[in-house]
Each structure stands twice: as C-alpha cells, then as structure tokens.
C-alpha cells in the first residue's frame, strides 16, 4: 500500500467513532504518537482558525496589543497542541488546553505553549467549576467533526467563556450537513447565549475537505 495513503486512514478510522470516551480515549490513546506526523501536511485548518481568533479578538479588545499576554485562551480538544503552537506564535501567552485524551495532552506539554493542561475533560458534560467562564475566548478547531463530539456541546464552549468573550469553531463540511448544528446554534442565539458575530463557508481546512468557520459572541 502506497505509504502517503497512510496519514488518511487514521484521518477516516478517526471519523468512524462512534463518539463515546472511553472509545475516543483508547484510539487517541494509540495514534498520539504518529498524530501529528499524520495530519500537519496539508492542514490548514489550525493558521486558519488562529488567524480567526486573533482579528476577532483584536476588534474585540481595545487595548489589545498591549493586553496579549493577559488574553485567557483556552483550546477545548487541544490534542497535541497544534493549535496552540500557532496562537502563541500570534503573541497570546495565557493558553490552557483541554482534552480527552491523556496521552494526547501529554504530547500537548512537550510544545511548551500552554500556560495549563488538563486531561480527562469530556466537552459533552458540564463544565467544571474552576473553569466557568474562566476564559475571554474559545477556540476549537477539528473536534466538531463525525464520531467525535455532539452539536450540543456548543453548550459547554459557551459555559467556558465569560460574556463579552469570543468562541471561534470549525466544523467540518459533512458533518455540518448530518448533524443539526445549525439548530443548536440558532437556538442558543434565540436563547440569548450568543450572537454569531461572522462565519466562512467552505473554507480552507484539509487537503481531504473544507470546513466552515464560526464565529462568536458569548452573551451571557
């Protein structure tokens, strides 16, 4: 079998689960790894996404530039921090990541990027206490995705982010299409939540598809 065809496979086994922790953990617990040797060619997803935090982000804090360092960041299904790498390249400092994932985490440390990380982290329960509204934005970049997590855990990404804050999300094509994310995101806006502040259509992601990008405002 043609090596370069190797990558995908892990990509395409990955979105095939069916969602549950314990299953999530044991396959991430085998391809943390080779995860990031798999998926960083051709994945422009992760530049993408922390371009995306850093112009809404930028609007949103008058004294921005001078405040970077002190932004809480936090990168909900960080994996092995290559997200992470990108928004500390932009200057933000203040970056905790969360996982499910301990082996996932464990190669998220080694980046040297994260101010906090924290293990064990199911984005499909309630958050807990210590990081209610803790964080001024959000990113999330690769999780909202088949076999992963369910749309409803906007829920959660909202619970994590103080009001007045940015979620920045992608999600990519196929499941935007088979899931009712687009319900769960109108609802929460009804609900007084959010407000989506912009959102990119069909926009870069991998070399395997596009995504599209969210964007915004946590109200309350």
């Known amino acids: 079998m043609d090596k370069k065809i190797k990558p995908h496979n892990h990509i395409h086994d990955a979105l095939q689960l069916d969602g549950r922790p314990d299953t999530m953990i044991e396959y991430y617990k085998k391809w943390s790894e080779t995860y990031d040797k798999d998926v960083t060619d051709n994945y422009f997803g992760i530049a993408y996404i922390a371009e995306l935090l850093h112009k809404h982000v930028s609007e949103n804090q008058q004294d921005h530039i001078a405040n970077m360092e002190q932004i809480n960041i936090v990168d909900v299904g960080c994996g092995t921090g290559l997200a992470g790498k990108h928004i500390h390249q932009l200057g933000y400092r203040s970056i905790d990541g969360i996982d499910l994932s301990p082996e996932m985490i464990q190669k998220a440390e080694e980046s040297g990027v994260y101010r906090n990380l924290i293990s064990g ?67 929460m806006q009804e609900e007084g939540l959010l407000t989506l502040k912009s959102h990119y259509m069909n926009a870069p992601y991998r070399d395997d598809g596009d995504a599209h990008y969210w964007v915004y405002e946590v109200l309350s």
């Open 121 to 187: 982290i199911d984005i499909h329960q309630p958050i807990q206490d210590n990081l209610y509204k803790a964080y001024d934005a959000a990113v999330c970049v690769g999780v909202f995705t088949m076999g992963h997590i369910h749309p409803e855990s906007l829920y959660q990404l909202a619970a994590l982010t103080t009001s007045g804050g940015i979620m920045v999300i992608s999600t990519r094509v196929p499941y935007y299409k088979e899931t009712n994310f687009q319900a769960v995101s109108d609802q």
